[in-house]
């Protein structure tokens, strides 16, 4: 367990405008690959402004998450994820223990945080659904919310694009050809998350806040949050800092996968998050961008030299994050072979 010390108020995550991404000349790419360089060897956060999803489609994504969590409790756990094959679906407060990556430390308390995934939108029977495998079908919806499927798999589609975006500038970041990730990105997992914090209650246990320290697990996370704030990450020095909100920003950090895929020379960096809002719920809202689930993570060209060398044992996307999750949410999921 990771104790809970204030952050400090710098604010040293850099915002980057993805405008070249979208229609700037090679020169304008390559510079704005740079600065994710930058971002990704040093705290492995940046923000994204100017990214091209419409700033309506984000609100909507919010009420929606409002509309959710306000249902009344047994409404919510009628849709626990523990009834999907994937994991789709509620998870009530205190249902996830974040800060447990170190399976050999003293156990943390759990987070004070509900929350909601979904994955890709598939029926039971295609070949992926069967699998059992987490991100892919097996959603479950809220009957009361009609609109609410709808909308999710819009803003789902709307992170696939944008995704797919920063994995170019990412690829070139590397100096890799843009298209470098498209085949270990071709069935993609693909989750979205709602989360709900209520402000840090006065009888919180002892380093109990609401996501506890914890590095995500994947590829990429973009992540929407609302003006409440309370993210914090950790800077290349070890100190925690402030990742306040910005408007019209996504939080965008790269997930184990991307630090094992760089051997190291990308961060997959610590982060937490204490709502110490006086009376406001915090709603955050991450998409979990990762490469299919057999897709084999081993060094990309370039980042294994004499002296730097190889850093992390291959494996495929799944075994990491099933692992992963086991930890946080104390079960694993059965899931059928790849
Ligand atoms: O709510 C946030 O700002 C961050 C959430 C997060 O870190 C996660 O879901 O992995
Ligand atoms: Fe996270």
Request: hydrophobic share 40%; aromatic share 10%; glycine share 6%.
């Amino acid at each position: 367990m990771l104790i809970y010390e204030p952050p400090k108020a710098a604010l040293t995550v850099p915002v980057i405008d993805l405008t070249p991404m979208l229609d700037g000349d090679d020169a304008s790419q390559r510079s704005t690959a740079w600065d994710v360089h930058r971002a990704c060897r040093d705290t492995g956060f940046f923000y994204i402004v100017n990214h091209g999803v419409p700033a309506d489609l984000i609100e909507r994504h919010f009420d929606w998450a409002r509309r959710l969590f306000d249902l009344p409790l047994d409404r919510k756990m009628a849709i626990h994820m523990k009834k999907s094959p994937s994991t789709a679906g509620y998870e009530p407060v205190g249902g996830q223990v974040l800060d447990s990556q170190d399976d050999k430390a003293e156990a943390a308390p759990p987070d004070l945080k509900e929350s909601f995934y979904c994955g890709m939108d598939l029926p039971d029977d295609h070949p992926w659904a069967a699998k059992r495998i987490r991100s892919f079908g097996h959603n479950q919806w809220p009957v009361e919310l009609p609109g609410f499927r709808e909308h999710m798999v819009e803003y789902w589609q709307a992170m696939h694009t944008l995704g797919d975006r920063l994995l170019a500038v990412l690829a070139l970041s590397l100096d890799l050809p843009s298209d470098w990730f498209e085949s270990a990105y071709s069935m993609p997992s693909g989750t979205v998350r709602l989360i709900k914090y209520p402000p840090q209650p006065a009888d919180a246990r002892f380093n109990q806040i609401g996501a506890g320290a914890h590095t995500d697990w994947g590829g990429v996370t973009i992540l929407a949050q609302d003006s409440v704030g309370g993210l914090e990450v950790r800077n290349a020095a070890s100190e925690w800092i402030e990742a306040p909100p910005i408007a019209g920003s996504f939080v965008i950090n790269l997930g184990d996968l991307m630090a094992r895929w760089t051997n190291g020379i990308y961060n997959s960096n610590m982060h937490r998050v204490k709502n110490n809002s006086s009376g406001r719920d915090r709603y955050s809202a991450p998409f979990f961008y990762s490469p299919r689930p057999d897709a084999v993570i081993e060094p990309v060209p370039g980042s294994v030299t004499d002296a730097h060398p190889s850093k992390f044992e291959t494996c495929t996307a799944n075994d990491h994050m099933v692992e992963m999750f086991r930890r946080s949410y104390g079960y694993a999921p059965k899931e059928a072979a790849l």
